[in-house]
């Protein structure tokens, strides 16, 4: 896939592919507040301790729910001696892989809530640099964060899946796409319905406008619940021609 020199933007040292000038200055924008906060110490977010320069004390660092190795390769879900589960052998996801950093449960949940809510932006870089020390032998040739619904974006004001993602590109040093795969219409948060209801909901929800032909796409994502946001997203891209779709996310919600 050729990157055109018209539509791509520099964000640090991140290439994006999309449109618009002013998305360079808002990134920049974003850039500069960042480093400025980094330079003053600060309290942990979490329990208030001293912190110096990072987002959470070396205690509550050590008390976030790390995902166990031993997890279904494809859906993430845990299973003895990291085998593919019974779910994803009876019926495989049009993903190939996934990898999660957490379990979405307390206190981790705290942190990105404050990134999707509170528009806590540092939580953003925090939450991206622990993407990126887990896909350091990952070779995409593009990175996706999973689109938001443009009501949703409207609202948010920035997609938390794009923030998270700033980082990881840089890491990977891979191109990261924000216009050319999107979502087509709204759909009803995910979260507001039951489970078995969001394969239906989401069903048709995106559109990708370039040849994919051949290409690793790495989508990222903060939550991971059912999959079924990411499993469709897979099949659009799949549908273009891409040859393998693997999932990068923050937490997996473990099923009760």
Same mark, same amino acid.
């Not at 791509?8 to 002013?22: F, N, P, Q, T, Y």
């Not at 949940?109 to 990134?115: A, F, V």
């Not at 609202?155 to 998270?164: K, Y």
């Given at each position: 896939m050729a990157v055109i020199a018209a539509d $791509? @933007? +520099?964000? &640090?040292?991140?290439?994006?592919? *999309?449109? &618009?000038? *002013?998305l360079s200055i808002a990134a920049d924008l974003k850039k500069a507040l960042r480093n400025t906060a980094a330079l003053l110490p600060q309290d942990c977010f979490l329990c208030a301790a001293p912190s110096g320069d990072s987002l959470l004390c070396p205690p509550c660092i050590a008390s976030l729910p790390r995902l166990t190795a031993e997890h279904c390769p494809v859906c993430a879900l845990p299973t003895p001696g990291a085998n593919i589960c019974g779910a994803c052998l009876k019926q495989a996801p049009h993903f190939d892989a996934t990898q999660a950093v957490f379990r979405y449960e307390f %206190?981790?949940?705290?942190?990105? /809530?404050?990134?999707?809510?509170?528009?806590?932006l540092a939580s953003a870089d925090f939450l991206g640099r622990a993407l990126a020390q887990i896909a350091s032998p990952l070779r995409p040739d593009l990175i996706l964060p999973v689109p938001l619904a443009p009501a949703r974006l409207? +609202?948010? *004001?920035?997609? /938390?899946? @794009?923030?998270?993602?700033?980082?990881?590109?840089?890491? @990977? &040093?891979? %191109? !990261?796409?924000? $216009?050319?795969i999107h979502r087509r219409r709204d759909t009803a948060p995910q979260a507001s319905l039951p489970w078995k209801e969001r394969t239906k909901n989401i069903r048709h929800a995106f559109e990708c406008e370039i040849d994919l032909t051949g290409k690793t796409v790495l989508l990222i994502d903060d939550v !991971?619940?059912?999959g079924a946001t990411l499993d469709e997203l897979a099949r659009t891209l799949k549908a273009h021609g891409a040859a393998r779709v693997e999932n990068l996310v923050l937490a997996r919600a473990l099923k009760d």
């Open positions: $791509s @933007l +520099e964000c &640090g040292a991140v290439r994006i592919l *999309g449109k &618009g000038a *002013g %206190p981790l949940d705290r942190l990105i /809530q404050s990134l999707k809510y509170v528009h806590r409207a +609202e948010r *004001g920035f997609n /938390q899946a @794009l923030e998270i993602a700033r980082p990881l590109a840089r890491a @990977l &040093g891979a %191109p !990261m796409e924000i $216009s050319r !991971m619940t059912t």
